[in-house]
């Protein structure tokens, strides 16, 4: 795959607001679907996960939505902390295989 | 549980030397195990797979001969960056895939090991 760019995108919200990371996948025949949060220095840190068959799926404070319609993918932290400032990456694989990842996404909590 | 280590976390070494890094899931076994660069501000870059007892797959562009996988046992595998070069330093990723969980697709990450070529 080709890296995009040397810069990521970057979301910026007030503490306390809900966010929203998006991302577009490439594959229309992936199964399933991870999002990820890596902090400087350190290795990708599991969220949340979606299967194909599903649209929308909840956990702590996280919410994944899944429209295969345009392939696309979102993330929603509800209440954001300043521990949730991190890059966040989806991933995508088709039957567990290669899994590929997005460009990835710089979320800055603002105090 | 699911806890997957690297060592070295960082490692500095002259140019035209080896480097070997460990990839090791403490608690449980993984017969599967990737391995993944990362350059400064950009994605993961899968590198290759690795399966316990047998060779690697490498993935489109990684030279096979400079970058050696092992994955002797069903805890650990390593990656050996051979004639190492300053375009080498990245951090290096690992993560496993636990052989009880099979039906899933998830996969554990290590810490990564950061690599610094002089």
């Known amino acids: 795959g080709e890296s995009v760019g040397l810069h990521l995108p970057t979301l910026s919200v007030q503490e306390g607001d809900n966010s929203i990371i998006n991302c577009a996948y490439s594959n229309s025949a992936s199964d399933y679907f991870i999002w990820y949060k890596q902090e400087s220095g350190k290795g990708p840190q599991f969220i949340i996960d979606?299967?194909?068959?599903?649209d929308k799926r909840q956990g702590q404070r996280v919410t994944v939505l899944l429209n295969k319609t345009v392939k696309h993918l979102s993330l929603q932290i509800a209440a954001t902390q300043p521990g949730d400032s991190a890059v966040y990456f989806c991933?995508?694989?088709?039957?567990?295989?290669?899994?590929?990842f997005g460009p990835g996404t710089r979320l800055s909590v603002l105090p | 549980g699911a806890v997957v280590s690297q060592h070295p976390s960082w490692v500095i070494c002259k140019s035209g030397t080896s480097v070997k890094i460990e990839c090791r899931s403490l608690?449980?076994?993984?017969?599967?195990m990737f391995w993944y660069r990362q350059f400064p501000k950009q994605s993961l870059m899968l590198m290759a797979t690795?399966?316990?007892?047998?060779?690697?797959?490498?993935e489109q562009g990684v030279e096979k001969d400079k970058f050696l996988i092992n994955h002797a046992s069903l805890t650990l595998s390593t990656l050996t960056v051979t004639s190492a070069h300053p375009e080498d330093s990245s951090f290096y990723i690992c993560s496993a895939r636990d052989i009880d969980r099979i039906s899933y697709n998830e996969q554990f990450f290590g810490p990564g090991t950061r690599l610094t070529v002089l």
């Open positions: 608690d449980f076994q993984a017969t599967t």
């Open positions: 979606i299967r194909s068959n599903m």
């Open positions: 991933a995508e694989t088709l039957y567990g295989q290669n899994f590929v």
């Open positions: 690795s399966n316990e007892g047998s060779k690697a797959t490498y």
